[in-house]
């Protein structure tokens, strides 16, 4: 997918949860979250196997395993959670809290986040994102 399509695709998601009350910010802010733990999660797995200490149950795979209540429930735990780890990781999630308030819509963000592979993406694309 080429970088056009790739913002296209995340910011026209934008407009549909805008329609719903998530402001352009406080969706920056749960992208951000969201991208920076399937990065994690890529820099995880080979060929990169760096070690990410993000917790088992607080990992991508937790999050995109999940779906409904139960997918909103993890995610508000997930964020609260991680926002208590020392160093970086804490600092990152201090006081996060899960501001897309559909289950359904938080599957789709993470579904269309989940459909990329986020390392291989260059900088410019993250940015114009």
Same mark, same amino acid.
């Given at each position: ?26 969706? +920056?802010? #749960?992208?951000?979250?969201? @991208? ?8 995880? *797995?080979?060929? /990169? ?24 429930m993890h995610y508000s735990t997930?964020?609260?959670? +991680?926002? #208590?780890?020392?160093?970086? @990781? ?8 899960? *501001?897309?308030? /559909? ?5 789709k963000v993470i579904q269309m ?10 900088a410019d694309v993250k940015g114009?994102?």
């Amino acid at each position: 997918m080429n970088t056009t399509s790739i913002v296209s695709k995340v910011w026209s998601y934008c407009n549909v949860l805008r329609d719903d009350g998530v402001s352009y910010g406080d969706y +920056l802010e #749960q992208l951000t979250f969201l @991208l920076f733990l399937k990065m994690a999660d890529e820099y995880g *797995k080979p060929p /990169y196997n760096r070690g990410i200490s993000i917790p088992a149950d607080y990992n991508w795979e937790s999050l995109s395993s999940k779906r409904g209540a139960e997918l909103e429930m993890h995610y508000s735990t997930l964020l609260r959670e +991680l926002g #208590q780890k020392s160093g970086m @990781l804490g600092a990152i999630f201090s006081k996060a809290q899960n *501001k897309i308030q /559909y289950p359904a819509k938080l599957y789709k963000v993470i579904q269309m986040i989940d459909e990329e592979t986020w390392v291989m993406v260059g900088a410019d694309v993250k940015g114009e994102i």
